[in-house]
Structures are given as C-alpha cells and as structure tokens.
C-alpha cells in the first residue's frame, strides 16, 4: 500500500491554478461583490469619459471657428448661422443688444448688459459640459477604498482558513492572498483611469471657458461700437 502524500508536497505536485479567472471565481463573495462593483463602476466611467472627450472636442472646434470668423465676420452673420456651434452664445449676445433698454444707457452699461447676456448662455453651455464629470471625480476617489474593502476582507477570510488548516505553507497561503489582492487591482484599474480623465477634462473645460471670455468681450465690443456709428 502506497505512503500517503503530504499536503506539501501534493501542493508542489498539483499546484493551484492562480489564474485570473479562477482567483477571480473561487474569490470570497464579498470580495466578489466588491469586484463586481468595480467592474461596473469602471464601465460607467469609461462611458462618461468616451462621451466627455467627444463634447470637448467639439467645444474646442468652436471656439477655434469663432475665433476664425470673428477676423473677417460680424456677429450678427454668425448668430443668424444655425449650424455654427457657439451660435447660441453670439446670438443671446445679438438678441439682447437688438432689444431697447428700459431705461436710458449708456454705452459701457449697453456693453455690460449684452455681455452678461452671452455670459449667462455660457454658463448653460458649462453646467451641460460639467454634467456627470463628478462621476468621474467619485469613482476615482471612491474605487481604491472598494477594492482595498475587498482585500483586507479575502486576508481576513484567508487567515481563518489557515488557522482552520494549521498549515501555513506558502502554497496554501499564496491563493488566498492573490484573491485578496484582486480587490486593490480591481480598484486601481477602475480609479486611475477616472482620475486622469477628471483632471484632463477640467483642464480642457476651464481653458475654454476663458477662451469663449475673451470671445465674448470681442464680441460685445463690436456691437456697442456697430451702435455707436447707427449700424444697430
């Protein structure tokens, strides 16, 4: 009758698949809820990010076509340009500059109060940029903590098995550490990603703001000064 193999060495001779789909399968339920959580965290992200970089590409367009046909256009010509996309903006601009003041201005008041106008629509075009990008901002924070949750639960999980096991060889500690430590990757994967795009697309965000600014400002100067010679 043959000697019976010890857990030692059947562990060298069968090791443990360490996979990452079989880590990720024979992973504790808690630590697979956490990764399930990242996951589906990490897929939202990656939405808001897809869709971000498309609308600050398109507002980066805009104001580089502003500023090209602000050279050689007027603002009335691009206001009445349906498919221009800082249209909105020049025509609330345009709009309110056309209607007659309620009381007697003049024409650094006249030149406020259309400025304000177009500064008021850039705020809309702001707060609809800015949507979800705090998304991006929670999962980034939030991530690393779910994924760190996920870990010091599989340890925990892991040295009660050892101590049911009373083996401590590193062939059975090893599984149920690499489980563990799933959750952190998991977390990382999801937050670093999100963070990158958080401060990318602020960045992107705040210059063109400051960009439509100095737009607006050219803008309404030239229509105080187009009233000024009667060109109203």
Known sequence: MPAPVSPDVNNILNPPDLTLSQLVLNADHVVQVALVLLIILSIWSWGIMVDKAIEVTRARRAVRKLEAELREGTPESIAADDKHPAADIVRAGVAEWRAPPSVEESLAEERERVERSMRNQLAYEMRRLEKRLPTLATVGSAAPFIG????????????????????????????????????????????IPAVMAYNKFATEMGRYAGRMQTLISTVGGRLVKQARTGGR
């Open 148 to 191: 760190l949750f996920g870990t010091v639960w599989g340890i925990m999980d892991s040295f009660t098995a050892i101590a049911q096991s009373h083996d401590t060889s590193l062939a059975v500690v090893a599984p149920g550490i690499a489980q563990a430590l799933i959750g952190t990757a998991f977390g990382l994967a999801a937050a």
